[in-house]
């Protein structure tokens, strides 16, 4: 699927070789890369979200500098959060750290929904972090009673169930109209010149 390029939603997850192609990585980044992509992709957001999969602290792909990010450790995994590399520089937080590609799969789709229910229009992660506070964050996600994860990760499964691919459109139009090409009349010319 083709990703957004400027919508407020999702863009496509950066990772790097990770254990498939380095000597250095701990964990199996594209892999772990393609799960959050395909379990987050087509979703809207407050504002654009970034993603980064690294299988090693070298942070090939960015990941401490991204919305979300995961980082490969030996023996597990960091989940990062609200980093950005634009007009503002800020290292992600650590969210959490754990040991299996599902906990940190869960963490990250956790602050995600998180994310959608309360930041607000156009404000990037590194700001929602900042103004809610790490703290509250980790309470209201990771470290909440199983009831608000599981009512969490299933709006966030609503949502996921609605989202729809926008480039299908071209050969499923909403509107008869919807892409037919527009031809002014002759004598419109007239008017207008």
């Known amino acids: 699927t083709s990703g957004y390029a400027y919508a407020k939603a999702v863009r496509m997850v950066k990772s790097c070789v990770g254990t498939d192609f380095c000597r250095y990585g701990t964990q199996n980044s ?17 504002a654009k979200v970034k993603m980064g999969v690294v299988g090693c602290p070298r942070n090939c792909a960015e990941a401490t500098v991204k919305d979300i990010g995961l980082v490969g450790i030996e023996g597990g995994w960091q989940v990062v959060i609200g980093g950005a590399a634009g007009k503002i520089v800020r290292a992600a937080d650590i969210l959490v750290t754990v040991k299996t ?3 940190a799969l869960e963490a990250a789709l956790l602050f995600f929904q998180y994310y959608r229910e309360n930041g607000e229009y156009l404000e990037r992660t590194y700001d929602f972090v900042v103004r809610t506070g790490l703290e509250k964050i980790r309470r209201e996600t990771i470290l909440a ?7 969490l990760l299933g709006r966030l499964a609503k949502a996921k169930a609605k989202a729809v691919n926008p480039w299908e459109e071209a050969s499923k139009p909403v ?10 009349p002759k004598d419109a010319e007239a008017l207008i010149g």
């Open 175 to 184: 509107h008869p109209m919807q892409f037919k090409d527009f031809v002014l």
């Open 101 to 103: 590609t599902e906990e």
């Open 30 to 46: 594209i892999a772990t890369g393609i799960q959050l992509e395909t379990l987050l992709e087509g979703l809207y957001t407050p």
């Open 145 to 151: 009673p199983d009831e608000t994860k599981k009512g």
